[in-house]
């Protein structure tokens, strides 16, 4: 595993502007470099890449980040394969650092499992090639479905045959171990013997790939048509493969998915294959399982736009109408596209060119209001008691929706498409949430789970030496939340300071304030502190402590990792921060930290002057404003709070508190005006 020094090592060598120039024509412009972004369809450079500071924002699209993850949006890469991929291309070596007997065993078993799958699929590939069985049986069958050789190499399709071409006897004589065999789930022992024997044999093979392309499982097909036989004999879940995290052509498809920005899903692997032979390559499947929330959280790493295609019979109308709510319920867009009754997606790709196949998609996708209320009321038009219940179905489905403009936009939809007062849809959304709110909490006790107001914030992530194997399944698979999303705001009225704060934190902490009548040491002098110093210390007088939880864990965390750095010159230092921050596994407040830092600020005549000075030689003014306004604040609220006390109170009657509130109000009142003339003198 990486080290955190060879980490270090790694993004001190790396130049913005040369990773992401291997990806893009940028110019130079003033200090920066400009180029087209890749993340959307840019016409006019929007993307601006900043040498000095490492790091890379579009200012149309608001993709932002650093080198790191430039590689992991733009190449799919795993946050640890794209420090592999930038120690490549400077040519450092990757020192692994020192593992515990159990993590070296935990490592070389994971990798031994995915070493035994991929033996397999070459073998059952070169049975298919090269032995007379397999040309006979297993080609033959994939060249009666019309895949061509190309696409049949593409996703390594191959046969397993029964004796003598077996996959047990070949592995254990090539010197595979039998543990890993059977753990894989590629072979099975006799009770009693001990004797191996496969899982799979006399069926055509459909080897199952993880995101960055390892062969962690199988399914494998049947050409006998005695119903006694199983038509699909899958691999099970083991320590490689998870079926509800996994789904069937994925690695094939990420690039396409996410260039055109929309994932087409299926059901079969056929159904795959035949599509994207069809030119049509941004399709994956749920492999024959109803669709998962950890499968629909892997196509969001890509993109939020899903259309899923189902047959046109009865069967693949209800597996529609059951992944649509899941789909909502993670915030992606979905549409629905139902095939002619006598198609599936294979059927239809083999019939059809690719323009014909695009044509029809667009033609009949259906957003999930349009498919469920054209289906479910095309028979009880007239019955105003099934109308009734097919609307509340779909404004259930409405309800899921996590985001509320969305939802609100869907709120319209159904108001328009069946003639209602928005407020009744509305306050029918508020009861399915409500609903559901209750029936989690009481799911969380019931279960002895900690509610949400219990639960700790989330930890910055493992530091860079704690690193787990390349290829381990993602415990989440989802992208990862977004700040608002991670850390909900708790208090607006003092967000807006906090955030103030924050940005002179993390953009200029470690940066000299100069003070021409020096505040913080009460001399005329010119004197220095640091911003995070002034800051920390100011907060400190009155033990004062940040409300929101974003802008408390950066602050946090900041000051954390200062204490592990030398001292040095402050730009370097600074850049080091913001690097680590950036560079770091919780993505939400590395997303707040980017956002900060990048945040566009239009010129105005009205602040042309001021934009004039660098900001940084106005820190000795503007750090102590936002510190003031920050205090000015929480004070108004407290003066605010108290008045509302004093007003409880002598409605009871309890004249002695009554009291002490109307002193404590005129304290308030006295160090808010206070307050107030030091903001106004700066």
């Not at 549409?335 to 790709?349: C, G, Q």
């Not at 404004?395 to 003639?419: C, G, H, T, W």
């Not at 200062?562 to 921060?577: F, G, K």
Request: glycine share 6%.
């Amino acid at each position: 595993m990486i080290d955190r020094a060879t980490v270090e090592k790694i993004l001190d060598a790396v130049r913005i502007e040369e990773v992401i120039g291997d990806f893009v024509s940028l110019r130079k412009r003033g200090a920066n470099y400009l180029g087209l972004c890749p993340f959307h369809q840019d016409k006019n450079p929007s993307m601006s890449v900043s040498a000095t500071k490492g790091i890379f924002k579009c200012f149309a699209c608001g993709k932002a980040g650093n080198a790191v993850t430039f590689l992991m949006e733009h190449e799919h890469l795993s946050y640890w394969e794209a420090l592999r991929y930038l120690a490549k291309k400077y040519h450092i070596e990757i020192v692994e650092k020192e593992e515990t007997a159990e993590e070296i065993a935990s490592r070389m078993r994971y990798e031994s499992l995915l070493v035994v799958s991929e033996y397999a699929q070459k073998f059952y590939a070169d049975v298919l090639w090269n032995s007379e069985v397999g040309k006979a049986i297993g080609l033959s069958y994939f060249r009666e479905r019309k895949f061509s050789d190309e696409t049949i190499r593409k996703f390594g399709l191959g046969y397993a045959a029964s004796r003598p071409l077996t996959l047990s006897g070949a592995a254990l004589k090539a010197g595979y171990k039998k543990e890993y065999l059977v753990a894989s789930g590629l072979c099975l022992e006799r009770e009693g013997s001990g004797e191996l024997y496969d899982r799979f044999f006399d069926r055509v093979m459909f080897p199952i790939h993880s995101i960055s392309g390892r062969v962690i499982a199988f399914g494998g097909r049947t050409l006998k048509t005695d119903k006694s036989v199983a038509k699909y004999v899958n691999s099970p879940q083991s320590e490689i493969y998870d079926k509800s995290r996994s789904l069937y052509g994925i690695f094939q498809a990420k690039n396409s998915i996410a260039k055109a920005d929309k994932c087409i899903l299926v059901e079969g692997y056929a159904d795959v294959i035949s599509m994207h032979q069809a030119g049509v390559t941004n399709v994956v499947a749920s492999s024959g399982t109803s669709l998962t929330v950890e499968q629909i959280r892997l196509i969001k790493r890509f993109t939020d736009k899903i259309t899923i295609i189902y047959d046109g019979d009865a069967a693949g109308i209800k597996a529609a109408l059951r992944g649509i709510d899941l789909v909502l319920e993670e915030g992606l867009s979905v549409k629905v596209v139902l095939l002619p009754p006598e198609d599936d997606p294979d059927t239809f790709a083999k019939s059809h060119n690719l323009i014909e196949i695009q044509e029809y998609i667009e033609e009949n996708e259906k957003d999930f209001i349009s498919f469920k209320s054209d289906l479910l009321l095309r028979e009880s038009e007239r019955d105003p008691v099934r109308r009734s219940q097919v609307i509340r179905d779909i404004v259930q489905s409405v309800a899921v929706v996590p985001d509320p403009i969305l939802r609100n936009v869907y709120v319209e939809m159904v108001a328009e498409k069946f003639e209602m007062k928005p407020d009744s849809i509305v306050a029918t959304i508020g009861e399915f949430r409500r609903k559901k709110r209750a029936l989690e909490r009481s799911r969380r006790r019931f279960d002895g789970q900690p509610q949400p107001w219990q639960q700790a914030a989330s930890a910055q992530g493992p530091a860079p030496e704690e690193l787990v194997p390349e290829d381990l399944p993602d415990t989440d698979g989802a992208p990862q939340p977004g700040p608002a999303e991670a850390y909900p705001l708790k208090d607006g009225y003092l967000a807006v300071p906090e955030r103030e704060l924050t940005y002179y934190l993390v953009k200029f902490g470690e940066y000299p304030m100069y003070f021409e009548e020096d505040m913080y040491y009460g001399a005329e002098q010119h004197e220095a502190i640091t911003v995070s110093q002034y800051i920390r210390d100011a907060l400190a007088d009155d033990d004062l402590v940040f409300v929101n939880e974003l802008y408390r864990t950066i602050f946090e965390r900041y000051f954390a990792f200062l204490a592990t750095l030398p001292r040095e010159d402050s730009e370097v230092m600074q850049q080091r921060i913001i690097r680590w921050f950036t560079a770091g596994d919780d993505p939400a407040v590395a997303r707040a930290v980017l956002d900060l830092i990048l945040e566009e600020h239009p010129l105005t005549v009205r602040t042309y002057e001021e934009s004039i000075t660098p900001e940084e030689q106005a820190l000795g003014r503007t750090v102590p404003k936002s510190v003031l306004l920050y205090k000015l604040r929480i004070t108004d609220q407290q003066c605010t709070a108290t008045a509302k006390e004093i007003t409880l109170t002598q409605r009871g009657g309890d004249q002695e508190k009554l009291r002490e509130l109307v002193a404590r109000l005129q304290i308030l009142n006295t160090v808010k005006n206070r307050l107030s003339k030091e903001l106004n003198r700066l």
